[in-house]
């Protein structure tokens, strides 16, 4: 993978990650006199969102490099 393909990739994964903490508070104010199955979804969400910024930060990681000074 170039370094331009993953900045494209970066790009994506971080418009996938507000996509889901939009969904996320959606589905949090409705879930509040919901039952049990909006519950669920809220965690499913919320555990994609958490590969997402470990996905991000591996990323972010590797394009930008630790400078020591």
């Not at 997402?52 to 000074?69: F, G, R, S, V």
């Amino acid at each position: 993978m170039t370094e331009d393909e993953m900045r494209k990739r970066l790009e994506t994964l971080r418009i996938e990650h507000r996509d889901l903490d939009a969904a996320i508070d959606a589905l949090s104010g409705l879930a509040s006199g919901t039952g049990a199955h909006d519950q669920l979804q809220v965690a499913r969400l919320k555990k994609r969102k958490l590969r997402l910024k470990d996905q991000i930060t591996l990323l972010e990681d590797y394009l930008i490099p630790d400078i020591i000074a």
